[in-house]
């Protein structure tokens, strides 16, 4: 009666000349796309030795565990079983051992699957629907059917006049939904979708719809018109978002130019201009003519105001630059039931509204979230209990556990004229830049110098403040004509590298004359200095 104890089941699935190993969880089916694979087993061999073992047998059932009929049988050694499914279908595995005395452990009433694997070798059956429904709009419609289906596999691509590459739908997967965009200027919209099964099995279709131009109004590619996830609470719950507190585009409080909004989060306000940087950037500096003036550098003063620091979000949300990222978690306090479900949810308007995103399938970290465009999002994780206890959904007004910035946007940056010191500046140069961005790192200027305009590029100073100016104090052996490059990065990663395409004449000779000689204006000779 013990066997099940020390005897256990993994499956090894083969084809195409791989092996992917798949321990089952208890309980739990392992999905096959193949109909042959290799079942290993393990064992207590002092166990064995004990029960004077003779062979180890493996049962089958197709009827979840009513009839059981033996399959195989091998000798008592670490080893495996190879297994050929008939068809598809779901099979439960055990293995029994024959002892010295020709008697079966464990008995038959006491036979239990210690695997279960689902051989499922059908295409899931993607269908897309794509028409024009008004000049310039177009409406994608997707069903996908199969019977172990794994929506969360659903991917979704377009491309249409004015674009060369396929760009993503952003949508949330499901297995049956729609969406529709804007496509201004008209022309040929072409649409090809993936989704596979919890098999592997994978599904595609594509197809495409002439559109005509529209008013020009509008914004081109797909957008959200429903909240990024779905009003789907479980149906058990009696907390949280109910269906007349959910804004509709009909209310007027949510509609796609609500997601077109950057950021959006009260933790993250418009901001303030970086004062101190825009100071130092208008202080005169010694030596340097047209600033003692009062003239500036041309084309500087006129856009003072974008100078230095560009507003910045205050707070402590992750920053990352790509629409595709993770949220790690840990779950505590697990009760004797485990864990039933993990959802997500999300709001872009720091919890005055929150939408379920979805559940992670495995219920372990990190849980994978897509979202339609740069932005900060807001999330909290809802863990549900075996038995169904959870915390209640987050409420209107709530804060988010976590707050994410996506920004996929390089720092825009613009180097201005570099200008060469006067007097006992006169081997230095005072370069000037601008660079906005929402998300600029601490110390995100780098410079650097070359001879041409291909380098090789020479560190002038790294880790600059962004002050939009830096004085550069030359070293001997400096090459005539140099050419100059800038780099600013954010906090999310991107970098923006700018080079001049002019060089700048470095002349650090002061010419002086010395008189020779006076001559008159009639034809009476030269006046001779003394030496």
């Given at each position: 009666?013990?066997?099940?104890?020390?005897i256990?089941?993994a499956?090894?699935?083969?084809?195409?000349?791989?092996?992917?190993d798949?321990?089952?969880?208890?309980?739990?089916p392992?999905?096959?796309?193949?109909?042959?694979?290799?079942?290993p087993?393990h064992f207590d061999?002092e166990?064995?030795?004990?029960?004077?073992?003779?062979?180890?047998?493996?049962?089958?059932s197709?009827?979840?565990?009513?009839?059981?009929?033996?399959s195989q049988?091998?000798?008592?050694?670490?080893?495996?079983?190879?297994f050929?499914?008939p068809?598809e279908?779901?099979?439960?595995?055990?293995?029994?051992?024959l002892?010295?005395?020709?008697?079966?452990h464990?008995?038959?009433?006491a036979?239990?699957?210690?695997?279960q694997?689902?051989?499922?070798?059908?295409?899931?059956?993607?269908?897309l629907?794509?028409?024009q429904?008004?000049?310039?709009?177009?409406?994608?419609s997707?069903?996908a059917?199969?019977e172990?289906?794994?929506?969360?596999?659903?991917?979704l691509e377009?491309?249409?006049?004015?674009s060369?590459?396929?760009?993503?739908?952003p949508?949330?997967?499901?297995?049956?939904?729609?969406?529709?965009?804007?496509?201004?200027?008209?022309?040929?919209?072409?649409?090809?979708?993936?989704i596979?099964?919890?098999a592997?099995?994978?599904?595609?279709?594509?197809?495409q719809?002439q559109?005509?131009?529209?008013?020009?109004?509008?914004?081109?590619?797909?957008?959200?018109?429903?909240?990024?996830?779905?009003n789907?609470?479980?149906?058990?719950?009696?907390?949280?978002?109910?269906p007349?507190?959910?804004?509709t585009?009909?209310?007027?409080q949510?509609?796609r130019?609500?997601?077109?909004?950057?950021?959006?989060?009260?933790?993250?306000?418009?901001g303030?201009?970086?004062?101190?940087?825009?100071?130092q950037?208008?202080?005169?500096?010694?030596?340097?003519?047209?600033?003692q003036?009062?003239?500036g550098i041309?084309?500087?003063?006129?856009?003072?105001?974008?100078?230095?620091?560009?507003p910045?979000r205050e707070?402590?949300?992750?920053?990352?630059?790509?629409?595709?990222?993770?949220?790690g978690?840990?779950?505590?306090e697990i009760?004797?039931s485990?864990?039933?479900?993990?959802?997500l949810f999300?709001t872009?308007d720091?919890?005055?509204?929150?939408y379920?995103?979805?559940?992670?399938?495995?219920?372990?970290?990190?849980?994978?979230?897509?979202v339609?465009?740069?932005?900060?999002?807001?999330?909290?994780?809802?863990?549900?209990s075996?038995?169904?206890?959870?915390?209640?959904?987050?409420q209107?007004g709530e804060?988010?556990?976590?707050?994410?910035?996506?920004d996929?946007?390089?720092?825009?940056?613009q180097?201005l004229p570099?200008?060469?010191?006067?007097?006992?500046a006169?081997?230095?140069?005072?370069?000037?830049?601008?660079?906005q961005?929402?998300?600029?790192?601490e110390?995100?200027?780098?410079l650097?110098?070359?001879?041409?305009?291909?380098?090789p590029?020479?560190?002038?100073?790294g880790?600059l403040?962004?002050?939009?100016?830096?004085?550069?104090?030359?070293?001997?052996?400096?090459a005539?004509?140099i050419?100059?490059?800038?780099e600013?990065?954010?906090?999310?990663?991107?970098?923006?590298?700018l080079?001049?395409?002019e060089?700048?004449?470095?002349?650090?000779?002061?010419?002086?004359?010395?008189?020779?000689?006076v001559e008159?204006?009639?034809?009476?000779?030269?006046?001779?200095l003394?030496?």
């Amino acid at each position: 009666m013990r066997h099940l104890n020390w005897i256990c089941l993994a499956l090894l699935i083969c084809g195409f000349g791989s092996a992917v190993d798949a321990a089952p969880a208890a309980g739990k089916p392992v999905y096959s796309n193949k109909p042959r694979f290799r079942i290993p087993y393990h064992f207590d061999a002092e166990e064995m030795r004990k029960l004077g073992a003779r062979e180890i047998r493996l049962y089958v059932s197709t009827d979840l565990g009513i009839r059981w009929q033996q399959s195989q049988a091998v000798a008592p050694q670490p080893g495996k079983f190879n297994f050929q499914a008939p068809s598809e279908g779901e099979f439960w595995f055990c293995v029994r051992t024959l002892d010295g005395r020709n008697q079966l452990h464990p008995a038959d009433e006491a036979v239990h699957p210690g695997l279960q694997v689902i051989v499922d070798t059908t295409v899931p059956q993607l269908s897309l629907n794509l028409r024009q429904i008004a000049p310039g709009r177009v409406q994608l419609s997707w069903s996908a059917r199969d019977e172990h289906l794994d929506p969360s596999k659903l991917r979704l691509e377009y491309i249409q006049a004015g674009s060369t590459n396929w760009q993503t739908v952003p949508i949330v997967p499901k297995a049956a939904d729609s969406t529709e965009w804007n496509v201004p200027q008209g022309g040929r919209v072409a649409v090809r979708g993936a989704i596979a099964d919890l098999a592997g099995n994978m599904g595609q279709a594509e197809t495409q719809v002439q559109i005509a131009p529209g008013n020009g109004n509008g914004q081109a590619g797909p957008d959200f018109r429903d909240p990024v996830a779905g009003n789907d609470l479980p149906p058990d719950s009696q907390a949280g978002l109910k269906p007349d507190q959910i804004p509709t585009a009909a209310q007027g409080q949510l509609n796609r130019d609500s997601w077109d909004q950057p950021g959006g989060l009260a933790d993250f306000p418009s901001g303030r201009q970086d004062i101190a940087a825009r100071e130092q950037a208008q202080r005169p500096l010694s030596g340097f003519a047209s600033l003692q003036q009062g003239n500036g550098i041309p084309g500087f003063r006129n856009q003072e105001t974008s100078l230095g620091a560009a507003p910045r979000r205050e707070g402590s949300a992750r920053v990352v630059n790509q629409r595709q990222f993770q949220i790690g978690y840990r779950i505590e306090e697990i009760g004797p039931s485990g864990i039933s479900s993990v959802e997500l949810f999300i709001t872009q308007d720091n919890g005055a509204t929150w939408y379920r995103y979805g559940e992670d399938a495995d219920k372990r970290s990190p849980f994978v979230v897509n979202v339609p465009r740069e932005g900060a999002y807001g999330f909290t994780l809802i863990v549900r209990s075996g038995v169904g206890l959870a915390a209640d959904p987050p409420q209107p007004g709530e804060r988010p556990s976590i707050v994410v910035n996506v920004d996929e946007t390089a720092p825009r940056v613009q180097l201005l004229p570099v200008e060469q010191g006067r007097g006992q500046a006169l081997n230095k140069l005072l370069v000037r830049w601008m660079v906005q961005d929402e998300n600029l790192a601490e110390r995100p200027i780098s410079l650097w110098y070359g001879a041409s305009p291909t380098g090789p590029w020479q560190p002038i100073a790294g880790g600059l403040d962004n002050t939009g100016s830096h004085v550069w104090t030359m070293a001997a052996g400096i090459a005539p004509r140099i050419f100059f490059r800038i780099e600013a990065r954010d906090t999310a990663g991107n970098v923006q590298r700018l080079d001049t395409t002019e060089p700048l004449l470095i002349d650090l000779s002061k010419p002086s004359a010395r008189i020779l000689d006076v001559e008159t204006t009639a034809d009476s000779g030269t006046l001779g200095l003394p030496n």
